[in-house]
């Protein structure tokens, strides 16, 4: 019989161990993991839904909010992202597609959020930058597109909604080439935009996929047009138009690098992609896109070695902590990336630091479609372990090593206010409500060295209006902030320890501490932390803080 068919029992340990590690070898392999980044409005809503669908993960479109709108009604706090419309609460989707296993990470795509967004991004392999071919590059586009380069995270660029009119893509290509320092390599070319728009061109397999307008009688919502090639393209278009079209492509191609995947997997080149997640434009080949070049899992650095994903043994980090999904239990889900190994239901893990040992028998899996529950999960996969409180943001979690992973940051604090209590009876509860809210990586708490009032760090006005919310409804506690005397922190570190008790010393009203003990300088106003920084050459002052 083949070797399937023998039990576990009938090999020795050493087979045993080369089947499971050429079986994480192939799944690995067909591992995806990725993020979709954009401003608020681009379309990354309609792209992910358009996704799953392609992916089979979803039957029509509209669930992606339909469910979110049944999430809503779970707890209090979710209230605002309802009255705001906006979407606070984060999830991993997965999917298949061409055989290959997709896990599509969701992040908040309001700006307030963007600690939250970051740390997520720190668990995809891979981005898909969606821009409104309207509108170019937006802020917040810029700022995940920052956090993407501080890892060389390869992108691939989808530009939404050519059905509208939008700037030409001539003009687009240059503005990323040069606001973003990358080269760009057109893949799909729009023939026409706007009103005029007739389809989208596939160079490489030469290619045209028409665009049926609503309305028309090919053009329902969810039909998707048959591409055309060679001598069809020009009964469809007609001579002149494809000429006018042709010449636009070459031109495009003739003025830009040809697609170099080493390029762009070195984080420095973007391939392309014109198309409308709305009409299903051009979706079918952003995902083949990701499929063929999209880099597999990573290998993950630790203090102490680089682990590589295909290693049996499993290990992974904790990029998300969410309290309270569930108002009447005090649960919360760890989100952890899975960097090497295969888990298996039931596998108990190690944490880092504590030691402590927790068994994972009820792991949450992503499969955004139906399905029965999985009980394996693979390097590059999430997987949600509930727990009540053990597992924090940056922890890292292995079967057996000793290890830490690092390049999960803390983000500087852009607004910094203190807290106040309506009834200073609670101050335990509240310091508990702050430091476990804390612990979920969206807020920080620093404790200052003079004073007794604490102080949150957030990096927008929408999250103190989140969790002012959350500790009353969570905690029963009314809190309110008001203004701190510092514009922003920095966490301080130094080679000679001497010098940093010194500098601390010196700063005494200006130092706090952050929820793990971390000193931090607060400062007054950027002169103040301007002028600091060029007195004190041998502290180091950090925007972000990598959990160690
Ligand atoms: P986001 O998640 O990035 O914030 O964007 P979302 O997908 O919610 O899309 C924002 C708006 O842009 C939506 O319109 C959506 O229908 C529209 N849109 C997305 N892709 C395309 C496209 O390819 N072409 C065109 N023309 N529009 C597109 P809305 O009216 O704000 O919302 P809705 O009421 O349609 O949901």
């Not at 691939?156 to 003009?171: A, H």
């Not at 949600?384 to 079967?399: A, M, Q, S, W």
């Not at 409500?433 to 604490?454: C, D, H, M, R």
Request: hydrophobic share 40%; charged share 30%.
């Amino acid at each position: 019989g083949s070797a399937a068919n023998l039990q576990e029992s009938d090999l020795s340990t050493t087979e045993t161990a080369a089947r499971a590690g050429s079986e994480v070898e192939t799944e690995v392999r067909n591992r995806r993991t990725f993020a979709i980044i954009s401003h608020p409005d681009a379309g990354k809503t309609t792209l992910t839904e358009n996704l799953l669908l392609k992916g089979g993960a979803i039957r029509l479109a509209g669930q992606v909010k339909a469910r979110g709108d049944k999430r809503r009604a779970r707890s209090d706090w979710m209230k605002i992202e309802q009255d705001r419309g906006i979407s606070v609460t984060s999830a991993v989707m997965t999917f298949e597609y061409k055989g290959i296993t997709c896990n599509l990470l969701d992040t908040p795509g309001h700006e307030d959020f963007s600690e939250d967004t970051y740390r997520t991004l720190t668990a995809a392999d891979s981005a898909i930058m969606v821009i409104d071919a309207a509108k170019g590059i937006e802020a917040q586009t810029l700022k995940l597109f920052e956090v993407c380069r501080l890892r060389d995270v390869p992108i691939i660029t989808f530009i939404n909604k050519i059905d509208r009119e939008g700037v030409s893509p001539f003009d687009l290509m240059d503005e990323i080439g040069s606001k973003l320092a990358l080269d760009t390599a057109p893949m799909i070319w729009p023939a026409g935009m706007g009103g005029l728009l007739r389809g989208i061109f596939d160079p490489e397999n030469d290619r045209f996929i028409p665009y049926e307008k609503p309305g028309t009688e090919k053009g329902g919502p969810d039909s998707e047009p048959e591409s055309l090639s060679g001598e069809r393209i020009a009964d469809y278009l007609g001579a002149d138009e494809l000429a006018t079209f042709r010449e636009e492509m070459e031109l495009a191609r003739e003025g830009s690098p040809t697609f170099d995947i080493e390029q762009y997997r070195a984080g420095h080149m973007t391939p392309v992609y014109f198309g409308s997640a709305l009409r299903k434009l051009g979706v079918r080949e952003l995902l083949d896109a990701i499929v063929r070049f999209a880099p597999p899992p990573r290998a993950q650095p630790a203090a102490t070695r680089i682990v590589e994903p295909t290693e049996p043994k499993v290990s992974g980090f904790v990029f998300k902590v969410q309290a309270n999904m569930d108002a009447n239990h005090r649960d919360r889900v760890a989100f952890m990336r899975i960097c090497s190994g295969k888990f298996k239901r039931g596998m108990r893990l190690k944490l880092s630091g504590s030691g402590k040992t927790i068994g994972v028998h009820n792991p949450i899996l992503f499969f955004a479609q139906d399905r029965e529950l999985l009980d394996d999960a693979f390097a590059g996969d999430i997987i949600g372990i509930p727990n009540h409180g053990t597992i924090r943001v940056g922890d890292t979690l292995t079967e057996t090593e000793d290890l830490v992973f690092t390049g999960i940051p803390n983000f500087a604090p852009e607004i910094l206010r203190r807290v106040r209590l309506d009834d200073p009876m609670k101050a335990k509860h509240m310091r508990r409500a702050l430091e476990s809210l804390a612990e979920e990586g969206v807020t920080q708490v620093f404790k200052p060295e003079i004073g007794a009032n604490w102080v949150v760090g957030v990096v927008g006005q929408l999250q103190l209006e989140v969790l002012a919310s959350r500790i009353a409804a969570e905690y029963d506690i009314k809190v309110h902030f008001e203004p701190a005397p510092y514009e922003t922190a920095r966490w301080v570190v130094a080679e000679d320890a001497a010098e940093l008790k010194r500098f601390m010393e010196a700063h005494r009203g200006n130092m706090a501490t952050d929820r793990d003990g971390a000193p931090v300088f607060m400062a007054k106003s950027n002169w103040e932390l301007g002028y600091t920084l060029e007195k004190w050459p041998k502290v180091k002052f950090s925007a972000t803080r990598e959990r160690a």
